[in-house]
């Protein structure tokens, strides 16, 4: 059981780090080091959506992963 939760999580978190560098405001290079692009915030609308949204679930399940893995392995 221990094994399953490692792989997801292992898995989870990549898709996580994914979701947060592809939601990213610059499409350039600049934009993942965290330079600033000049550009002004707009409402989400299609993928970007999604996006933030599947961030969100990402996350949460990470959160439910790690305190399951904790009350396992003790």
């Given amino acids: 059981m221990q094994?399953?939760?490692?792989i997801a999580l292992i898995i989870i978190s990549v898709l996580l780090i994914l979701s947060v560098i592809?939601?990213?405001?610059?499409?350039?290079?600049g934009g993942l080091t965290g330079a600033?692009?000049?550009?002004?915030?707009?409402?989400?609308?299609?993928?970007?959506?999604?996006l933030f949204r599947l961030t969100?679930?990402?996350?949460?399940?990470?959160?439910?992963?790690?305190?399951v893995q904790v009350f396992i392995t003790n």
């Fill in 3 to 6: 094994n399953y939760i490692n």
């Fill in 22 to 29: 592809l939601q990213s405001k610059g499409a350039g290079l």
């Fill in 36 to 50: 600033d692009s000049g550009s002004v915030f707009t409402a989400r609308r299609g993928v970007e959506r999604t």
């Fill in 56 to 67: 969100i679930v990402l996350s949460a399940m990470f959160f439910i992963l790690v305190i």
